[in-house]
């Protein structure tokens, strides 16, 4: 059980370039998250997927796609990449909605670190 | 707005000296609060979920409480290995899946 894998680590990008950065969860989680984590701040969340074909806008949307096309992976894309969203992006799952009770604790992958010059 | 701020940004104790993190919140309708530990390089580890005022929560050394604006995080005897970020996030009950982070409080133990 590998619980939620995030590739690559790290990745350098120029302006104006595109990538998609990956994100794979093994548990059977309903719920996956995209956050970003900029220094000395809290987490934002991008968007967030309530389970295959179904995507949401989170608080800091713009810049950046996702698709759910199968429970296990998330992808999130970044278009014409900006000095702006250098930051270390963090995806997440959760069996349910993370106040719902019970045990929907959200499990957090390693973060990929992402640079834009 | 939804709002949380942690308190203080940074707290440096001794190996035994208890100490409380703070974590300060306004939202409309609160549906939870969650603390997380943060280690350096990696992603956010779930501790504890509160979902109304009064509310307690213990592992280990630590113990979470809430109240209707703030919820404080008790480090008992802490040790080296609890030094980490700790951070705090609410989720509001406006939109079920949107959830607010503080910046975090960076805790550091020394032997």
């Known amino acids: 059980n590998a619980g939620v894998t995030q590739t690559p680590k790290f990745r350098i990008l120029k302006i104006g370039q595109s990538m998609t950065l990956q994100c794979t969860q093994d548990m059977n989680h309903n719920y996956m998250y995209w956050y970003r984590q900029d220094p000395g701040m809290g987490l934002k969340l991008i968007y967030y997927s309530v389970g295959a074909g179904i995507t949401d806008k989170g608080e800091v949307p713009n810049g950046y796609n996702v698709s759910r096309s199968t429970t296990e992976d998330f992808p999130l894309r970044l278009e014409l990449a900006a000095p702006s969203q250098t930051s270390v992006y963090f995806c997440?799952?959760?069996?349910?909605?993370?106040?719902?009770?019970?045990?929907?604790?959200?499990?957090f992958g390693p973060g990929t670190r992402l640079t834009v010059l | 707005e939804d709002q949380v701020t942690q308190s203080p940004e940074a707290l440096r104790l001794q190996e035994g000296e208890s100490s409380s993190l703070n974590c300060s919140y306004t939202?409309?309708?609160?549906?939870?609060l969650f603390w997380y530990r943060q280690d350096p390089g990696k992603g956010p580890e779930f501790l504890f979920t509160l979902y109304s005022a009064g509310e307690e929560k213990e592992k280990e050394r630590l113990k979470a409480t809430l109240t209707k604006k703030e919820s404080f995080l008790h480090i008992t005897a802490p040790k080296p290995e609890d030094s980490a970020t700790y951070l705090c996030a609410v989720q509001a009950g406006g939109n079920n899946n949107d959830m607010r982070f503080g910046a975090g409080t960076r805790l550091t133990v020394k032997p």
């Open positions: 939202v409309s309708g609160l549906r939870g």
């Open positions: 997440a799952s959760s069996y349910s909605f993370p106040s719902g009770g019970g045990n929907n604790e959200q499990f």
